[in-house]
């Protein structure tokens, strides 16, 4: 675990390195400091709550040694930050998920309703139509015993316009 920190710290000082040596050759060499002595660390409410509540799971020293910035106990604050963040970020989305979970459960609910809704609405206008039709023939049926014909029939065989006469 140490040597795999070790790789990442080294990893990240070699460009601040190349960026020393370039300031130097620039005549700026009080612009970068690699000790970390004129260094402040300003750690969030948060992690430090964590820190200090999981202090026996967590194998993180001083945070400054002689005056110096403790690089190593810097990356372990960094990366318990990463899992705090890592775990809200988690948190949040279960918290989203349900969210969208309900919605998908009251939208699947209301497509029922709307479905059984339009199948009863159906269903009453073929009942209707049914009605309807029944009712047309008991009526053609009355017209043509009162008439002899259906008043459609009677209406269409006369000619509105027998003869035409001119003056």
């Known amino acids: 675990k140490v040597r795999s920190m070790w790789t990442l710290t080294i990893e990240a000082l070699t460009p601040l390195k190349k960026e020393v040596v370039d300031s130097v050759l620039e005549s700026c060499a009080d612009q970068s400091i690699l000790d970390g002595a004129a260094v402040d660390l300003h750690v969030s409410q948060p992690l430090v709550h964590r820190v200090v509540n999981d202090i026996h799971q967590l194998c993180i020293g001083n945070t400054y040694e002689d005056g110096k910035l403790n690089f190593l106990t810097v990356i372990q604050l960094l990366n318990e930050s ?86």
Not at 114 to 122: I, Q, T
Not at 135 to 162: R, T
Request: charged share 30%; net charge positive.
């Open 82 to 167: 990463l899992r705090t963040l890592r775990e809200e970020r988690q948190s949040e989305v279960k918290q989203q998920f349900q969210v969208i979970e309900n919605r998908v459960t009251v939208s699947n609910k209301v497509r029922q309703d709307v479905k059984a809704a339009r199948l009863k609405r159906e269903q009453q206008h073929r009942m209707l139509s049914n009605s309807i039709s029944r009712e047309q023939e008991d009526w053609e049926g009355k017209w043509k015993s009162f008439l002899g014909q259906c008043p459609l029939n009677l209406i269409l065989s006369q000619e509105k316009v027998s003869s035409v006469q001119f003056i």
